[in-house]
């Protein structure tokens, strides 16, 4: 399909069954507003989603774990050293299980940067995490900025977890926009070997939500 100026218009679908570093490519060309110039990862662990990327040299890194040699070593939840208004885009991927451990395969807390656990005392949420993140979101984003935030609902001690409607929550409560949401799918479920008895559907897919620094998500004509 094309415009009346002959020039193609590109089509993202709700449902994306490529990696995240393709994924990523992507949005950046559909979502933003203006061409993207700097790009924080605040959660950039070993910097997977950025290997082969066509934004690789836009992107600086945050990690907790001095271990990763990221740009900024620093906490998410605070962004001390960042300053207002200074990104076109923030990418989160926060921890998707409330308590980590290893597997027969890989080490879960270094691959996946699960070094906190939410425990009986936030209800096995990350909501709180969230919520802090949101704020520092909002802050350091430029207007019209965005939120790139991978996100997967999960079960833990009998009972599931609606992660995607608490970021979401986050995010709304900070002013932001919450404006798009593909859901991304993999081969195959994550199944622990300690797992017996099913009693809730396998998660094969995450959500990448995209959300607007604004009060609205529409794109300039």
């Given at each position: 399909?094309?415009?009346?100026?002959?020039?193609?218009?590109?089509?993202?679908?709700?449902?994306?069954?490529g990696d995240d570093t393709s994924f990523l490519d992507a949005a950046l060309e559909f979502y933003p507003l203006q061409p993207v110039q700097r790009i924080l990862d605040c959660t950039i662990n070993e910097g997977r989603f950025w290997k082969g990327s066509h934004f690789r040299d836009k992107v600086t890194g945050m990690d907790i774990n001095p271990d990763h040699c990221s740009d900024i070593v620093g906490d998410n939840r605070i962004m001390a050293t960042v300053k207002d208004a200074t990104f076109d885009v923030i990418v989160y991927d926060p921890p998707h299980v409330p308590n980590q451990g290893r597997d027969q395969q890989k080490d879960f807390c270094r691959r996946f940067g699960l070094g906190g656990?939410?425990?009986?005392e936030t209800a096995y949420s990350f909501i709180h995490d969230y919520r802090l993140v949101a704020i520092q979101a909002h802050r350091v984003l430029k207007p019209g900025g965005l939120l790139l935030a991978k996100v997967i609902d999960y079960v833990h001690n009998h009972r599931y977890h609606w992660a995607l409607f608490d970021l979401v929550q986050a995010i709304q409560m900070v002013g932001m926009t919450?404006?798009?949401?593909?859901?991304k799918v993999r081969q195959g479920p994550m199944i622990d070997p300690k797992w017996k008895t099913q009693h809730h559907a396998r998660r094969r897919h995450a959500y990448w939500l995209i959300a607007r620094n604004s009060s609205r998500c529409e794109r300039r004509a």
């Open positions: 399909m094309k415009s009346d100026s002959s020039i193609p218009i590109k089509v993202l679908t709700s449902v994306w069954e656990k939410a425990g009986k919450p404006c798009d949401l593909v859901i």
